[in-house]
T-cell receptor, first 109, second 113 residues
Framework: AQRVTQPEKLLSVFKGAPVELKCNYS??????LFWYVQYSRQRLQLLLR??SRESIKGFTADLNKGETSFHLKKPFAQEEDSAMYYC???????????FGQGTILTVHP | EPEVTQTPSHQVTQMGQEVILRCVPI?????FYWYRQILGQKVEFLVS????????KSEIFDDQFSVERPDGSNFTLKIRSTKLEDSAMYFC???????????FGEGSRLTVL
């Protein structure tokens, strides 16, 4: 069975500091990995996916198959980055996603 | 920008009552889903729906649950006889086929007393 683990429930940083949200997965086969974000009073939305290899809002995430990790990084955090971040795995069937527990990121001014 | 809409935003019901949660997916999407999140726990997959039938369901989705899309727009989740442990946020989602991106509604909070 797929499993996604986000070891940190809470993460606090100051504005301008680097931030890394950790994610590890266990999966048989080739996973699709995503980061979804939920800002205060907003809906869950896709932040980025590993296959696109793009940077969204300054965030990047690299799939490391050797370490089975998909950590989310941003070199300089902004206050508007404060949100709940979910690491998510897909690929067993279309649209069926396995969520991590989520990490609440707080960026202090 | 098109959005998935869900009603009601919050429903309080007595244990044993039937509940119907409604969702209007994005109009050109073909795959629809229900997820739920019990307070303090992970978001969990419940069921996927395509071409007017269930394509996959989790072990959570037992005989008390059903889904349908009766009129081609509303996608409903029915819980036949609610239990205390059904209290959760229920998220509807639909998928844009060409990108595979899942679009979520804002959720319906169900409280079973």
């Amino acid at each position: 069975a797929q499993r996604v683990t986000q070891p940190e429930k809470l993460l606090s940083v100051f504005k301008g500091a680097p931030v890394e949200l950790k994610c590890n997965y266990s999966y048989s086969g080739s996973p699709e990995l995503f980061w979804y974000v939920q800002y205060s009073r907003q809906r869950l939305q896709l932040l980025l996916r590993h296959i696109s290899r793009e940077s969204i809002k300054g965030f990047t995430a690299d799939l490391n198959k050797g370490e089975t990790s998909f950590h989310l990084k941003k070199p300089f955090a902004q206050e508007e980055d404060s949100a709940m971040y979910y690491c998510v795995a897909g690929g067993t069937s279309y649209g069926k996603l396995t969520f991590g527990q989520g990490t609440i990121l707080t960026v202090h001014p | 920008e098109p959005e998935v809409t869900q009603t009601p935003s919050h429903q309080v019901t007595q244990m044993g009552q039937e509940v119907i949660l409604r969702c209007v997916p994005i109009s050109n999407h073909l795959y629809f889903y229900w997820y739920r999140q019990i307070l303090g726990q992970k978001v969990e997959f419940l069921v996927s729906f395509y071409n007017n039938e269930i394509s996959e369901k989790s072990e959570i989705f037992d005989d008390q649950f059903s889904v349908e899309r009766p009129d081609g727009s509303n996608f409903t989740l029915k819980i036949r006889s609610t239990k205390l442990e059904d209290s959760a946020m229920y998220f509807c989602a639909s998928i844009q086929e060409n990108t595979g991106e899942l679009f979520f509604g804002e959720g319906s909070r169900l409280t079973v007393l």
